[in-house]
């Protein structure tokens, strides 16, 4: 029954991951250029809004949730509770914490406040926007689907791992 449950957990952990890659992905290989594309106003003005209404969709409790889940696993892998696959989720949790969720705290959370406090239709907007924003935002937002991605692809030997005993 244990392992039912770790299983479970793993591939809970293992889409979760691969979703939360793929919202990165669909930001840093299209949205961003596109956003980019159109008049800096327009990119600002829009970023900003998706900023605002990012807070309450799924992808937060993914994103979040997902930190929460890898940390307790990662402590759980490292105190050597559980067993087979364990290696893959303690490189899982560092993936993630490290890829995705310290690279969120550091580096896009503090941008987006920035861009947030900026008038969508200023010159200090637009240059913040072409010098700053854009550049960097979207460098890291590639960090976290790669971080993301990775993180995936670990738990799901973690599950491999686990079946095959």
């Known amino acids: 029954m244990t392992q039912t449950w770790l299983l479970l957990t793993y591939e ?18 299209f949205v961003m250029r596109s956003l980019n594309g159109a008049t800096t106003s327009a990119g600002v003005e829009v970023m900003q809004g998706i900023n605002r209404e ?11 949730g997902m930190w929460g889940v890898s940390a307790a696993l990662g402590v759980a892998a490292y105190l050597g509770v559980l067993g087979s696959g364990s290696t893959y989720i303690l490189w899982a949790a560092i993936t993630y914490s490290v890829g995705v969720a310290s690279v969120t705290l550091v580096f896009n959370v503090p941008m987006n406040t920035k861009l947030a406090m900026k008038a969508y239709d200023s010159p200090e907007g637009a240059a913040y926007w072409t010098d700053v924003y854009y550049p960097r935002w979207t460098f890291w937002n590639w960090v976290r689907g790669i971080a993301s991605a990775v993180a995936a692809v670990l738990y799901l030997n973690a599950c491999l791992q686990l079946v095959q005993g």
């Open 12 to 29: 809970i952990s293992l889409i979760s991951c691969a979703l939360v890659a793929g919202v990165f992905l669909t930001f840093s290989d």
């Open 54 to 64: 990012v807070f309450k969709t799924i992808f937060m409790v993914l994103l979040i």
